[in-house]
């Protein structure tokens, strides 16, 4: 079992998740414009393939919503 904080909440998965990459994907994210926060680092979208997450990582996902 893998316990993430995102935006302020406890996420289990089930199943580790690798990376942030993996993550977005998880989360319905990957293909959304996304500013991602890692244990206080913002990420660089490349980054976001490279950088592992670990059990009790902490992360702010923000998302952008269009419309008017």
């Keep these: ?17 690798q990376t942030v990459d993996e993550l977005l ?8 414009m996304v ?4 244990n206080e680092h913002i990420l660089q979208k490349h980054e976001h393939q490279q950088t592992e ?5 902490r992360l702010e996902i923000v998302h952008f919503v269009g419309g008017g």
């Design 25 to 32: 994907n998880e989360l319905k994210l990957a293909n959304k």
């Design 53 to 57: 997450l670990q059990s009790g990582d």
């Design 1 to 17: 079992m893998m316990r993430l904080i995102i935006n302020g909440d406890e996420r289990l998965f089930p199943t580790p998740v």
């Design 35 to 38: 500013i991602v926060e890692h």
